[in-house]
Nanobody, 124 residues
Framework: QVQLVESGGGSVQAGGSLRLSCSTS????????RGWFRQAPGKGREGIAA????????YYSDSVKGRFTVSRDNAKSTLYLQMNSLKPEDTAMYYC?????????????????WGQGTQVTVPS
């Protein structure tokens, strides 16, 4: 059973930064994506960033492009999301997710494994 555990959320002033981490149990993710999603109250789950395991190529949504960076550690077991220039509209629960078979990096339905989420709050 694959387990994903997020950490690093919190409250930060607009313009500030946070780094989220997603630790995983030992698992060969093969030719799939690991991604970050977020969900604000009353809204759907939005795919914001993803990393393709074979070559480390990345995907970003337009809403975070240029501000957020997804990366992994050398052991390829921990996924990170560096979030800079945070805005009030970034306030949401943030989830780490992993695919079992490769699918679109931005679609929640393409991901089989999910963490429990970590809250990010940027007061207006």
């Amino acid at each position: 059973q694959v387990q994903l555990v997020e950490s690093g959320g919190g409250s930060v002033q607009a313009g500030g930064s946070l780094r989220l981490s997603c630790s995983t149990s030992a698992y060969d993710y093969g030719n799939t994506y690991r991604g970050w999603f977020r969900q604000a109250p009353g809204k759907g789950r939005e795919g914001i960033a993803a990393l393709y395991n074979p070559d480390g190529s990345t995907y970003y949504s337009d809403s975070v492009k240029g501000r957020f960076t997804v990366s992994r550690d050398n052991a390829k077991s921990t996924l990170y999301l560096q979030m800079n220039s945070l805005k009030p509209e970034d306030t949401a629960m943030y989830y780490c997710a992993a695919q079992r078979v490769v699918g679109p990096p931005h679609e929640a339905s393409a991901y089989h494994y999910w963490g429990q989420g970590t809250q990010v709050t940027v007061p207006s």
